[in-house]
């Protein structure tokens, strides 16, 4: 199919606000007020939480849709169905029935952007396949994006941390207030582990709103770290009193996971579903440029794209690879915080390949530049390379580590033809 009419509208174009995608969905006829839907936020881990969830309530027998952004290789990824990629003939028929309206709202000087027409897809898709739940990922921030357009089941908000700030302020308190905009009146709400400035605001928002609140402290329990014998880890923590076992790992997973297993719990309550069918499906979660482990090239793919997921990402390295150094490649949009990413990330250095990659006209920040913010951190050798290049060249016998950018793992994915 051609998608060039959607793609003229710009990937990275951000006009944040609800009037269009409410005016866009009426016109479709309001295609998501026959779903009911998990709705997640957060500057960090929603995507993990997210596959968590969707993993678990098809555990438990139910259909699911599962609305995601940004896709890595394919549009039609943002779109999954019961745990699949959407196949093409239902995602060409949803998108030809948002197109024409699409259209029709461009003609009046009053078109919906990128995200908001991917979304209102979602809607008519999901709607078509009668799903029992929806899973349903914002896109940026909370209260003003597209997503936030339905009333749920549940709310869930994960970690928040400094990102975006020119969209949504320069504090945490305004970025968790961005972000507490997806709680609504009465609906349950579930938060990860947050810093005490963004948690007093979800507390207040939830209670101006009478929503209950479970708050989710950072997971402390027990764990077993293992790996299988192509040497992808694993491991296994205790969740709501069950042996639970995740495909994704770190320790920031375990926080994730933790997440997705108190409101799972909350959803088993309302819908009289089995918690340990639900978590005992948590094993099969996948999720592409999250901690994956390609073993025929020795490669290590993490999306880690400000400081918080760097820190995340290099005490989990050292979790699971403790004494070890690697050798990363990595590259970054112009805008991140670069210079605190590789802070966390040059004392596991063994050497960095620097890449100018494809930013589908968003500024990438040079090799050149990378390079001269990492003589702060380390005294390691860097060179400037080309991705295709820097994957050419592996396995090497240490372990390498991509990342810095989601963008730039789906172009690494798409160039080695991996999945999940």
């Known amino acids: 199919m051609d998608f060039k009419w959607l793609d003229s509208v710009g990937f990275f174009a951000i006009d944040l606000g609800l009037d269009r995608m409410l005016e866009l969905l009426k016109r479709l006829g309001n295609p998501e007020r026959s779903l009911r839907f998990i709705h997640v936020a957060g500057s960090n881990g929603k995507g993990s939480v997210c596959t968590f969830l969707?993993?678990?309530?098809?555990?438990?027998?139910?259909?699911?849709?599962?609305?995601?952004?940004?896709?890595?290789?394919?549009?039609?990824e943002r779109f999954r169905i019961n745990g699949k990629t959407v196949a093409d003939a239902p995602f060409e028929r949803a998108a030809e029935t948002v197109r024409p309206v699409v259209e029709s709202m461009r003609g009046e000087g009053n078109g919906p952007t990128y995200f908001e027409i991917t979304t209102a897809i979602a809607a008519v898709l999901f709607a078509r396949q009668n799903v029992d739940f929806v899973v349903w990922e914002t896109g940026l921030g909370g209260r003003l994006d597209a997503t936030n357009v339905v009333v749920p089941e549940l709310s869930v908000i994960t970690g928040i941390s400094l990102e975006h700030t020119e969209w949504l302020g320069s504090t945490l308190a305004a970025i968790a207030g961005?972000?507490?905009?997806?709680?609504?009146?009465?609906?349950?709400?579930?938060?990860g582990p947050l810093k005490p400035e963004a948690l007093?605001?979800?507390?207040?928002?939830?209670?101006?709103?009478?929503?209950?609140?479970?708050?989710v402290s950072a997971y402390d329990g027990s764990f077993r770290i293992f790996h299988l014998p192509d040497g992808s880890p694993r491991q296994e923590l205790s969740l709501e009193g069950e042996t639970v076992r995740i495909p994704l790992p770190g320790a920031y997973q375990r926080n994730n996971a933790k997440a997705a297993s108190a409101?799972?719990?909350?959803?088993?309550?309302?819908?009289?579903?089995?918690?340990?069918?639900?978590?005992?499906?948590l094993e099969h979660a996948c999720w592409p440029a999250r901690m994956q482990f390609l073993p025929e090239k020795n490669l290590l793919i993490d999306g880690a794209h400000n400081p918080e997921g760097a820190e995340a990402l290099s005490v989990s390295l050292r979790e699971l690879y403790p004494g070890t150094k690697f050798h990363f490649i990595s590259g970054c949009f112009a805008d991140k915080n670069a210079s605190e990413v590789l802070r966390f990330l040059a004392p596991l250095a063994l050497d960095f390949s620097f890449i100018d990659f494809d930013g589908s006209g968003r500024a990438v920040c040079s090799p050149a530049r990378l390079a001269e913010l990492l003589k702060q951190y380390a005294d390691c050798p860097s060179a400037p390379r080309t991705l295709e290049d820097a994957l050419s060249s592996l396995p090497r016998p240490e372990l390498t580590v991509l990342t810095g950018s989601l963008h730039m793992c789906g172009e690494a994915l798409a160039i080695l033809r991996e999945t999940c």
């Open 200 to 215: 007093e605001v979800i507390r207040r928002v939830s209670a101006e709103r009478h929503a209950p609140l479970t708050e």
């Open 178 to 191: 961005e972000k507490a905009g997806i709680i609504k009146d009465g609906v349950p709400v579930v938060c």
């Open 54 to 76: 969707e993993n678990g309530l098809r555990g438990c027998g139910y259909s699911t849709g599962f609305y995601s952004s940004p896709h890595l290789i394919r549009l039609a």
């Open 263 to 281: 409101a799972l719990k909350i959803l088993s309550e309302k819908f009289g579903f089995a918690l340990h069918a639900a978590l005992s499906s």
